[in-house]
Nanobody, 118 residues
Framework: HVQLVESGGGLVQAGGSLRLSCAASGIIFRINAMGWYRQAPGKQREVVAH???????NYADSVKGRFTISIENAKKTVYLQMNSLNPEDTAVYYCNALVNSLGVNDYWGQGTQVTVSS
């Protein structure tokens, strides 16, 4: 009853930028927090950035100073601005949301591929 739809992935050269978006829809009374995770081939899924509804943020050390997460509560949308990309950022990026819907639940998007060429 809650869907997360990601967009904005693609292929970019090292040093370039991409902006990911994730829009939540469905029966949503409140979004408590949203975040971005990524999973590279052969690796475990890892948190990239996290933001609460009041704007508090956390970042993985590997992306601090390069990535910025933001949220538009009215649009139920979270963004990830990714600058100075490098090949190590290549992964499938997943949106996550902790939502008050019919209960408090954790939801995931389908993932969007980000590929950074050297």
């Amino acid at each position: 009853h809650v869907q997360l739809v990601e967009s904005g992935g693609g292929l970019v050269q090292a040093g370039g930028s991409l902006r990911l978006s994730c829009a939540a829809s469905g029966i949503i009374f409140r979004i408590n927090a949203m975040g971005w995770y990524r999973q590279a081939p052969g690796k475990q899924r890892e948190v990239v950035a996290h933001i609460t509804s009041d704007g508090s943020t956390n970042y993985a050390d590997s992306v601090k100073g390069r990535f910025t997460i933001s949220i538009e509560n009215a649009k139920k949308t979270v963004y990830l601005q990714m600058n100075s990309l490098n090949p190590e950022d290549t992964a499938v990026y997943y949106c996550n949301a902790l939502v008050n819907s019919l209960g408090v639940n954790d939801y995931w998007g389908q993932g969007t591929q980000v590929t950074v060429s050297s």
